[in-house]
Structures are given as structure tokens and as C-alpha cells.
């Protein structure tokens, strides 16, 4: 079972290679629309691949007023 | 395609449109590679009865409101025709707005009824306004069986035996309450008629004829005006198949076309660019020798479309494209927003047209509509039939505001007489919109005259809505305006909105009320986020019951400062 920490990690990590961007630039406080200069359907996308990568499944509406890594981690984890 | 003619409401005509195509498909939904419901018109009618019956044990009669607070599903649209049948009036909701928002409305369309998904109802009850809801009757979709409903009934229990009793409406009856935009102190409530939307109906279809076999995807939300026309009445009086996806990611929405063979389906430019995004990426990732004869073949069928599309042709010149959309994709309809002509040009090229419309929710849907005949990317079309648009007040270059009138026209806003005479003035609807006919009589929007924007999304924001997102920061005066209201220019891209702050005191603005701001700002939700904001050092104009004079204080800005004081904020 991963903790929260290590959830939070790889989705970083995801999100940092799917935008092309340096792992080092995003933090888990990051709002992700603004630091990875996204819109909303491009966070859609990395739904669909966090999905793949965790096996899980998230309802659009769960991402519905998150904006930061850590947020989405904590909405990740609850459905390890 | 049913003659609407002979039909008063929508109920009748959604009647006449089940009886027709028993055995026709008239609702998909799938949740990713999963299909969770197909419906013929018969079951759909059948599933609608059983609701409609329900509703009328309950009272529910002649201009009863109900309220849809749903994603796009195919209970959305039973629930819609229950009402319907029993001559109520609808108030399709905005499932993305704030749970304290929905409650706003709901008291403000003064609804008895609210059928809703179990996810929504739980947010809504957690709003600190919950308390002031009151509704007679709460249906819930998708709870799961040991949830605990709050007062709700689930949709599967509400239900009742037999045919319903039809309950006939005239043409002059509203049939649904819209709310345009302004969950602020004054929700638009725009009351729109039976008459209305069979006008705008016979209008669109007049230009792009469904019929059984056609198949839309519906993406954009059902109480958009745009879905709910060209993703429920239209399809259902032309006997053609509704697809909804219960996930809209761009993933599932590409797997949907090949899924599902789609014909049509209407975007903002939000979802368009998305597209255009990953059709190029795939374009730039494919061999130099595979690209160069794209280019060719592209450049073939630009040639050869030039006066109109040609579906077959565009397939046979560029297989691969076209197997990726479903190979029977005939049209996007595009509206809302500012589409940029490029996006357009782009997918016309590949043998994708994009009808790019105008319109507005006060207008019924659609007022301008390209009807590919030639295709234009720098136009939003002509006016569709029993549409009398004109320029008010144009300039030397007849740029002015658009005014349309036509039966499509709503009645009036709810509970709102002087917003109404200001919006409709002898039966002219004026749209705030800036534009000019061009010699071809295609409309060319170039503005806004009123202080709002509206995103790639297609949502109008209101700067007076978001405002008390601000409320007691530590300034003298702030005020949110739309950049272009500030400085006028003919375009409409690249739209944004400033927080203008009077600080306390003629220093410049401390650090600390700068970051209160952003965080107050991180709290909205990100479209209607201010992107800049502007140090004013002079006291607002106000009226004398303190209200901010906008207009003033915009001229007195105009005039001392430029779009270059703008800081990101």
C-alpha cells in the first residue's frame, strides 16, 4: 500500500512527463492549471493516465474543484 | 423530421416524435469502454412515463417546475419529457456551478421538484445555504444502496404504473427557465417558450437535417441551450440517436467517434483546440515522407472544397483522419465562444467542417449559423430563417451592436422587468455583442459593448459575479472589469478580467494585500479568475446609493492609463 507521500510523488512525476516539463519544477502545493500552463481538458488527460498507472477508477466529478497536486493525491489515495 | 408546425409544445412534439421511430435508437451512454444504457423511443417513452405518472400522484400539473441538476445522462433527457408530458416547466441547471450557486437558483426558479445525481445532492446539502432549499420532491440517480439520501427518493423508486395524462400547452406557455449567467445578486433567468424553441428547432433543422441513423455526440451539458437543442429536441424530432458519455475525457471522447460512427457533434473552442492539439502531435509524430503527402492530399481537398464540403471525397483522400473520427462524421458545430479562424481552416482542410454559429441563450440557441456554402473561418455565418438581424448605431466601419428579432426570442428574464426593457426594446433583443455584415451577409463579431467576457469553455463571466469573491479585502475600493471594456478593440480573443485595487493609503499596494488577493483569486474556480490587476489611486464614482458608477470610472481609467499597467497578478 503506497502512503500518501509516494502517491503524491508519482503523480508529480506523471504530470511532469506528460507536459514535458522538469520533475524538480512542481511541488505538491502547485495549482497545476498554472504551473503547468493547462486547461481544463488537458487535466482531463492526466486523469485518464493517473487512472491507467493506479487502477483505479475517478468520476470527472471528483477532480470538480481541485486545482493542486496534493489535493488530487488525497482523492487518489482514498481509492487505493 | 416530424412537421412542428402542427405542434404546440414540446411535450407534443416529443410524443409525436416516440410514436414515430418505436424501434429506432434514440439514447447511447457509456461510461469508458463500458455502454450502460441503449434506448429505443419506445423504452425511452415507456422509462418517461413511468416518471411522468409519478409527477402527476404527486400534483405535478400545467407550469409546475422542475429542476435538472444532472450531468449528461440518459435520465437527464426521460426526466425532461416527463415534465414535458405533464405541461410543467423545466429548469435545467448547471452541474459545474458551486453547490451554494445551485441552491440560489433553485430558490430562484422557485422549482417544486429537483431530479438530480446522488454525487450533486450530496454537495448540495453540505452547502451552508441548504437550509433555505425547499422543494416538495428530491430524485436521486446513482446512490448507492446503502447511501444515506437526505430526503431524497431514489430514481428507481419513483415511478408509478401506467400512461400519464398529457397535459397540453400552447405556444405562448414557457417551457423552460435558462439561467444565461449571474449567480451574483441578479440570476438571468431567461423564460423561453414553447413557440421559441419550435422556431428555433424548425430553423436549425432547416440547415442541418438529422434523421434516424444520424448519430450526435453530446458533450457540451444539456442545460447548455446549444446541447439541449441540438442534443435532445433536434435529434428526437428527426428520429436520430442521442451518445452520451458519462466520462469526458478526450481520450474516451476520440474512442466515441469510432465506437459509435458519429455524424455530428457540437464544441466549444476549448474542446476544438484539444482536438486540433492532438491531431497535429499525432500529424508531427508520423514519418517526413507520410507528412508530405498529408500536405498534398490536404492541399488537394482544400482545392476541391472550396464552394462546398464533399464528405465522400475528403474520406477517400485522407483515410487515415477520417477513421479516426468514425469515418461518418459529417460536421462540429461550434458556438459559445471565439473560435479562431486557423482552428477552423485546419479541420475544413483535413474534410472536417465546422459550422461556426452565434447566438445566446435570450436569442433561443442559435442566430447565425455558417452554412458551409462556401465555408467560412472569418465569419460566424448567416442569419438562420425568421432571424431579422441588424447593426445598432453602427460606425464608419458598421461595426455596432448586434440586434436580433425573431420568434425565437425568449419572453423575459424571471422576476427581472427592468433588465428585461433594457434587453428587449420593441421586440428587438439586444445582444451587448459588437459585430458588422460583411458584403457576403455574413455577421463578423468584433466585441463587446457590455462589461463580461466569455471563455474558451463558452461561460459568460460577469466581473459584478465574482466580485464578492473579494469581499473585505483589506482596500479602500477594488473592481473587477473585463479588459476589453476597460480598452475596447475589435477582437475577441484572448479575453481576461482585471482587479482594479484602491489601496488605503497613496503608497503603492503592500505585498500582503497582493497575496490575499491571488490566494482569494486561487479560490475561484479557474475560469473565473481575474488575470491581472490595476493600482488606482482615486476614489470611485459612485451613485447616491454608493453604488460604483462602472461606466464612469472605466472612461476615468481609459483615459489615465493603458493595457501596459496591467500587472499579473
Known amino acids: 500500500m503506497r502512503t500518501l507521500d509516494q502517491t503524491t510523488e508519482e503523480i508529480l512525476a506523471l504530470a511532469a512527463q506528460q507536459f514535458k516539463v522538469a520533475r524538480a519544477t512542481l511541488a505538491p502545493t502547485d495549482d497545476f492549471f498554472k504551473t503547468l500552463q493547462i486547461d481544463s481538458l488537458q487535466a482531463l488527460d492526466l486523469l485518464t493516465r493517473l487512472e491507467h498507472h493506479f487502477h483505479i477508477e475517478l468520476p470527472d466529478y471528483e477532480l470538480q474543484g481541485v486545482t493542486d497536486f496534493h489535493t488530487l493525491a488525497k482523492r487518489i489515495q482514498s481509492r487505493l | 423530421m416530424i412537421d412542428l408546425r402542427n405542434y404546440n409544445s414540446l411535450g407534443a412534439v416529443l410524443r409525436a416524435a416516440v410514436e414515430s421511430w ?60 416527463a415534465v414535458f408530458l405533464r405541461g410543467g416547466v423545466l429548469v435545467p441547471l448547471d452541474y459545474k456551478l458551486l453547490a451554494n450557486e ?29 437550509g433555505q432549499l425547499k422543494l416538495k420532491r428530491i430524485i436521486v440517480t446513482d446512490a448507492s444502496a446503502n447511501a444515506d439520501l437526505m430526503g431524497a427518493i431514489r430514481w428507481e423508486d419513483f415511478r408509478a404504473e401506467g400512461t400519464a395524462e398529457f397535459v397540453a400547452r400552447e405556444r405562448g406557455d414557457v417551457a423552460c427557465i435558462v439561467y444565461s449567467s449571474g449567480t451574483g445578486g441578479r440570476p438571468k433567468g431567461c423564460m423561453l417558450t414553447h413557440d421559441n424553441y419550435l422556431e428555433q428547432c424548425v430553423a436549425l433543422t432547416s440547415l442541418f437535417p438529422f434523421r434516424p441513423g444520424v448519430r450526435y455526440l453530446s458533450i457540451l451539458p444539456t442545460n447548455h441551450a446549444i446541447d439541449f437543442m441540438v442534443g435532445f429536441i433536434g435529434p428526437f424530432v428527426c428520429g436520430a440517436t442521442v451518445v452520451h458519455l458519462r466520462t469526458l475525457r478526450p481520450e474516451y471522447i476520440r474512442e466515441a467517434f469510432t465506437r459509435y460512427h458519429i455524424t455530428y457533434m457540437s464544441l466549444v473552442p476549448l474542446a476544438l483546440k484539444n482536438l486540433e492539439r492532438g491531431l497535429r ?21 482544400r482545392a476541391l472544397t472550396k464552394n ?27 458556438g459559445g465562444a471565439f473560435t479562431e479562424p486557423a482552428t477552423l481552416q485546419f479541420f475544413y482542410d483535413l474534410g472536417i467542417p465546422v459550422a461556426n454559429g452565434y447566438g ?11 452554412d458551409l456554402h ?13 432571424m431579422e438581424v441588424r447593426i445598432v448605431n453602427a460606425d464608419a466601419e458598421g461595426i455596432g451592436e448586434v440586434a436580433v428579432r425573431s420568434r425565437t426570442v425568449m419572453s423575459h428574464y424571471l422576476e427581472e422587468p427592468e433588465m428585461t426593457a433594457e434587453t428587449i426594446r420593441d421586440g428587438w433583443l439586444y445582444t451587448g455583442d459588437l459585430g458588422r455584415f460583411e458584403p457576403a451577409g455574413h455577421l463578423q463579431l468584433l466585441g463587446r459593448k457590455r462589461n463580461m467576457i466569455v471563455t474558451a469553455e463558452g461561460k459568460n463571466i460577469y466581473p459584478e459575479d465574482i466580485e464578492n469573491a473579494f469581499d473585505s479585502l483589506p482596500v479602500k475600493d477594488f473592481c473587477v472589469f473585463a479588459e476589453n471594456f476597460l480598452w475596447p478593440r475589435n477582437e475577441l480573443s484572448g479575453e481576461k478580467l482585471v482587479l482594479v485595487l484602491h489601496p488605503e493609503t497613496d503608497r503603492p499596494i503592500p505585498s500582503s494585500v497582493l497575496e490575499e488577493a491571488a490566494a482569494r483569486n486561487r479560490a475561484l474556480v479557474p475560469y473565473k479568475r481575474v488575470s491581472d490587476y490595476l493600482a488606482w489611486d482615486r476614489d470611485f464614482p459612485r451613485t447616491a446609493s454608493m453604488k460604483i458608477k462602472r ?12 493595457r501596459d499597467s496591467l500587472v499579473a497578478i
Open chain 2, 22 to 81: 418505436p424501434q429506432e435508437i434514440c439514447l447511447i451512454e457509456a461510461d469508458r469502454e463500458r455502454e450502460s444504457a441503449r434506448l429505443t423511443y419506445s423504452e425511452f417513452d415507456k422509462l418517461s412515463q413511468q416518471r411522468a405518472s409519478a409527477l402527476q400522484e404527486e400534483g405535478f400539473g400545467a407550469g409546475s417546475r422542475a429542476a435538472i441538476l444532472m450531468m449528461n445522462q440518459s435520465k437527464w433527457l426521460i426526466s425532461a419529457y
Open chain 2, 102 to 130: 445551485q441552491i440560489q437558483l433553485l430558490r430562484h426558479s422557485k422549482a417544486e421538484m429537483l431530479f438530480t445525481e446522488f454525487h450533486i445532492w450530496r454537495a448540495v446539502s453540505e452547502a451552508d445555504n441548504f
Open chain 2, 281 to 301: 502531435q499525432r500529424i508531427a509524430e508520423s514519418p517526413a515522407h507520410r507528412r508530405l503527402l498529408l500536405r498534398l492530399l490536404t492541399g488537394i481537398n
Open chain 2, 308 to 334: 462546398r464540403p464533399r464528405p465522400r471525397l475528403s474520406r477517400f483522400l485522407l483515410p487515415d483522419i477520417h477513421r479516426a473520427f468514425g469515418g461518418e462524421l459529417l460536421a462540429f458545430f461550434i
Open chain 2, 360 to 370: 445566446c441563450t435570450e436569442a433561443g440557441t442559435a442566430i447565425t449559423l455558417n
Open chain 2, 374 to 386: 462556401p465555408f467560412r473561418a472569418d465569419t460566424v455565418g448567416k442569419p438562420l430563417p425568421g
Open chain 2, 551 to 562: 461606466e464612469a470610472l472605466a472612461e476615468e481609467i481609459r483615459a489615465r492609463l493603458g
